[in-house]
């Protein structure tokens, strides 16, 4: 405990870490039969003090986690950190295409319906993760990366017509927020050439047509399309952004847009706030969907393996400067309503599978014990306690 309170300290100043003398401070560590037993011991959905979802709800914002249905009900020291910490939650797969339409028209919601069923439990809202996204397609509606199908254009249409609405009607009511659309650009922000664009004739109208397919299903939710590396500016963060303008102005009924905030330590910091606020200021939502802040890690024992250390001190340090950085962007942006934490420990993370050699990117370590990184953001929002309520925490009523 001291040593992480002086690694903090090294990073964001002893100045801050003096005024925010809260029970946030208190690093809260969550070992299986000791997080059986808090769980036992307090309601569903009861708020346990100093908690993350306890600081964010002084201020309305919603803060998350992404999580899996292999772990959440299943694993008791991670469903304790998920049900005490956080008061929204994103499946991190159980809602993709090929999980609940893994035949055309034969629909699998199991995993969906657990995650729903387990957030109404626990006071918490829903992330609806995604509709329309060109990965993770079944094989019957797409290959290559979901850039080629064997099914007609308007076989395409149908089927993503059906799909939206089935899967947004099953849950209507129950979800607050829809990613409807993810990842429909380059980064030198030209259209990705999915099946999706090639069926509507080379075109993102069908960005469009599945904001208002999702709406005619589900109208009481918050409708985002989400995307990663628009946090910088850029070409792919402006395409995005003339997208967004142009839908507004068709009165397409979107209501926010997601920055994914997947960060590395080996590039600089975006321009976060300012990117969020001049979205915001089309008249939009802005959420932090996917928070980590992968670095190098240290080698392990064996050739080719990978701990989840960070290499230095000092990449240790900048990863606890960009959390820190990732919490007041969202904070200072009036229109930001949710910030959300792609899973949950670094041994459950995506990253070590995907970028060999990086890693340590989550708020909590292989153990289940909380990072510096968890006392940064909770700092922060416990300095913000007290600010004007000034985030739309519920439904798609500000569209
Ligand atoms: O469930 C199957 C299992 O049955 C099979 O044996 C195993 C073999 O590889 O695969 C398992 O599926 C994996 C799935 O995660 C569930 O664990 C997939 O291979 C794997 O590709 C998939 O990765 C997910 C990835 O999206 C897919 O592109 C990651 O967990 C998930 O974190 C990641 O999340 C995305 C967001 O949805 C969108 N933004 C980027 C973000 C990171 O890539």
Redesign the pocket.
């Known amino acids: 405990m001291s040593v992480r309170r002086s690694l903090v300290i090294g990073t964001v100043g002893l100045a801050t870490v003096l005024a925010a003398q809260t029970t946030a401070l208190a690093l809260p560590s969550a070992d299986s039969a000791g997080a059986q037993a808090a769980a036992a011991a307090r309601p569903p959905g009861a708020i346990v003090e100093g908690s993350l979802r306890a600081l964010a709800s002084t201020t309305g914002l919603r803060i998350g986690t ?1 999580v ?1 249905t292999d772990l959440l009900g299943e694993d008791a020291a991670y469903t304790e950190i998920v049900n005490r910490e956080f008061n929204t939650i994103t499946p ?2 159980v809602m ?1 295409w090929e999980v609940v339409e893994p035949q055309q028209g034969v629909f699998d919601f199991t995993g969906a319906d657990e995650i729903v069923k387990s957030a109404q439990a626990n006071g918490q809202l829903v992330r609806g ?2 509709l329309v ?1 060109h ?2 397609l079944p094989a019957w509606m797409a290959t290559n990366g979901g850039t080629t199908t064997t099914l007609t254009d308007q076989q395409v249409k149908d089927a993503v017509k059906k799909h939206v609405q089935a899967e947004a009607g099953r849950y209507k009511g129950r979800i607050w927020a829809w990613d409807v659309v ?2 429909a650009f380059n980064e030198d922000g030209t259209p990705r050439q999915s099946i999706f664009y090639k069926a509507w004739g080379n075109s993102t109208d069908y960005i469009a047509d599945a904001f208002r397919w999702a709406d005619q299903a589900d109208p009481s939710a918050k409708l985002f399309y ?1 995307d ?1 590396n628009i946090e910088y500016t850029g070409p792919k963060s402006q395409a995005v952004y003339d997208l967004v303008k142009k839908l507004k102005a068709q009165k397409v009924p979107i209501d926010g847009v997601g920055f ?1 905030t ?1 960060l590395s330590t080996q590039y600089g910091f975006p321009d976060l706030q300012a990117t969020m606020q001049r979205f915001a200021d089309l008249g939009l939502d802005v959420a932090e969907t ?1 928070v980590d802040v992968r670095t190098a890690v240290k080698p392990g024992a064996t050739e080719g393996t990978f701990t989840s250390e960070p290499l230095s001190a000092l990449h240790a340090y900048t990863q606890q400067a960009y959390w820190d950085q990732t919490m007041k962007a969202c904070l200072f942006v009036q229109r930001c309503v949710s910030y959300t934490v ?2 949950v420990a670094d041994s459950n993370s ?1 990253i070590p ?2 970028f060999p050699g990086e890693g340590a990117a989550l708020l909590f370590d292989d153990d289940y014990q909380a990072k510096p990184e968890y006392t940064v953001i909770s700092q922060d929002l416990a300095l913000a306690a007290g600010k004007a309520r000034h985030r739309t925490g519920e439904g798609s009523g500000g569209r």
């Open positions: 992404a899996n991190e797969n993709k993760h995604t996204w990965s993770q993810n990842e989400n990663y994914q997947h996917e792609w899973g995506w599978g995907v």
